[in-house]
């Protein structure tokens, strides 16, 4: 298993046509600098992403400051209970920690149970507030899209 960043030609090859105004959202952001595609591969193959987004408008986010917000964490369900995602998390992790970042937030679905018990074993114990807009899901005019109520999630690093 290998760790590393990944650029905005792999992310579009992994997400294909699935999210078109999202992904060319998370191209742009990847391109200019402001997020960063985090892969853990196996065999040369990508098993599981992970995106570092430095700057938002909605600041309790990402500001660009402190805060970095996690998003699109996913490890592929033959690869899941594996410890491969916490291996994954604590990478990126150390890494924004080491760019002097010191707060960074996630999102999680109220009823994600698993992914809830990840996360505050990770860290993320504190929530900031609840949300319905999806700062990285964008619609056609690249605004970002509500969506179902989830949990912003943060910790100090």
Known sequence: MR????DQNEM?????????AAGGFFYHILQDGTAEFWAIEH???????????????????????QTVYLCAF???????????????MLHVLEHIKAQGYRRVTIGVDAGEEANIRLYR????????????????DRDEQMQPKPCPLFWLLYQEI
């Open 3 to 6: 760790i590393r960043k990944a």
């Open 43 to 65: 065999r040369g193959a990508l098993i599981g992403e992970l995106y570092a987004v430095y700057n938002l408008e909605d600041k309790d986010f990402a500001d660009g400051k």
């Open 12 to 20: 579009m090859a992994l997400w294909g046509n699935k999210n078109p």
């Open 121 to 136: 074993r990770l860290g993320f114990t504190q929530k900031i507030k609840d949300c319905t807009i999806d700062p990285c």
């Open 74 to 88: 996913r490890i592929r369900k033959d690869y899941r209970c594996q410890g491969l995602g916490t291996r994954l």
